[in-house]
């Protein structure tokens, strides 16, 4: 179980730097809404949303997948957009923000 959240991660922090993160980023273009992906052979759902706070702009970022009819797991990071400023957010932190 481990190893899968860390290649959950991995994917994670490889999508925010290369989809909203690079130079040559879209952020419009790594919106998306349950696309299937496979992170060492189990099949997880990406989405990527935009969101307005107080403070700037959030991009969210989720990995999900149901595990048994009542058991679910999911693993996201965000990126702040804010005054020219990107900076990444950890899970807890989207958390503390209500995402």
Same mark, same amino acid.
């Given at each position: 179980?481990?190893?899968?959240?860390?290649? !959950?991660?991995?994917?994670?922090?490889?999508?925010?730097?290369?989809?909203?993160?690079?130079?040559?980023? !879209?952020?419009?273009?790594?919106?998306? #809404?349950?696309? !299937?992906?496979?992170?060492?052979? #189990?099949?997880?759902?990406?989405?990527?949303?935009?969101?307005?706070?107080?403070?700037?702009?959030?991009?969210?970022?989720?990995?999900?997948? #149901? #595990?048994?009819?009542?058991?679910?797991?999911?693993?996201?990071?965000?990126?702040?957009?804010?005054?020219?400023?990107?900076?990444?957010?950890?899970?807890?932190?989207?958390?503390?923000?209500?995402?």
């Amino acid at each position: 179980m481990k190893l899968i959240k860390e290649k !959950a991660y991995e994917f994670l922090n490889k999508f925010i730097e290369e989809k909203l993160l690079s130079s040559n980023a !879209a952020i419009n273009e790594a919106l998306t #809404k349950g696309e !299937a992906v496979d992170i060492f052979g #189990k099949n997880f759902v990406l989405n990527c949303w935009e969101e307005s706070t107080d403070t700037g702009r959030v991009v969210c970022v989720e990995l999900s997948r #149901k #595990k048994m009819i009542f058991l679910s797991e999911a693993y996201s990071l965000g990126v702040l957009l804010s005054d020219g400023v990107e900076r990444k957010l950890e899970q807890e932190e989207l958390w503390d923000m209500g995402f």
